[in-house]
Structures are given as structure tokens and as C-alpha cells.
């Protein structure tokens, strides 16, 4: 199995500027921001779950091969394209869930991505991921979760202050 190239790490990591700055803005800039800022956390978030999935479809377009001895390599890659774009899907949703609430959408984005690592460990499990792709996966995925909870917190806690 490849080993996840440094270019990746650093694009993964810069993937988690726009949703940590939207978060700091949402804690430290004056609640009237709050609507604007959750709805593009929102675009993001949905923007970063459609990446995650299109990850899957790359994969399975590039090197349908990448399996465990024994599967078979039509069945893997049918999965794969089939579950890459349920993140996008989710994304979608949530863009619309915007449209009229946005705790809803961002709570749907926060099940998303708890989706896609759940999905990702089956298929690091499998031997389907490259060296290192997890330990990235989780530490971007553990950011994006405590950027949407804290996006939560702070909006209901204006919400209900108001």
C-alpha cells in the first residue's frame, strides 16, 4: 500500500482553516454575525464532507485493485462509488436543512463526518487506505467535530440569552 505523500498531510491540515475560522468568529465577533457565519460553516462543512467522499471515488477509479487478498475488486470499487457520494448527499442536505435551520444542518453535518470516519476505519481495517490516511482523517475529523459542537454551543447559548 502507498504511503499518504506529505503534500496531502499539508492540504489536509490547510482544509481545517476555513472551518476553525469561521468557528472563532462565530465565539468572538458580535452574536449579529452568528446567521451569516453558521450558514457558511455550513457551506464548508458541506464542501469538506463532499471531498471526503469523493476521496472514495478516486480510489476506486484509480486503482480498483487496492484490496485484501480473496475480495473481489468489481465488488469493493461498486462499494466505494456507491458510498462516496452519500457524503455529498448529506452536504446537500444540510445546505438545504440551512435554508431553515441551521443547528439542524450543522448537527446534520456533525452525523456526516462521524459517517465517513466510521466508513474510513472499515476500509483502513480492509488494507483499502494508504499508510497514514487515518491518523489524518481522525485528526481532521476530531477538529471539524469540536468546531461544529462549539458553532452549536455558541449559537444556542445566544439564542437562548436573547
Partial sequence: MKRLPLLAII?????LLPIVGCTCAI???SPAVTPRMLEVTVGYGA???SFMGAVHWGLALETPAIITPGQE???ISTYRLLL???P???????????????????????????????????????????RGYMTLQWIVMTVVEVCLLAVTVM?????YSA
Fill in 73 to 75: 475488486t468489481g465488488k
Fill in 11 to 15: 492540504m489536509g491540515i490547510a482544509s
Fill in 27 to 29: 465565539i468572538f465577533l
Fill in 47 to 49: 464542501v469538506m464532507l
Fill in 88 to 130: 455529498a448527499g448529506i452536504g446537500w442536505l444540510s445546505l438545504c436543512a440551512a435554508m431553515f435551520h441551521e443547528l439542524a444542518a450543522v448537527l446534520m453535518l456533525m452525523a456526516g463526518f462521524a459517517g465517513v470516519v466510521v466508513v474510513e476505519r472499515m476500509a483502513w481495517r480492509r488494507g483499502a487506505m494508504p
Fill in 84 to 86: 462516496g457520494g452519500v
Fill in 155 to 159: 449559537a444556542l447559548s445566544w439564542k
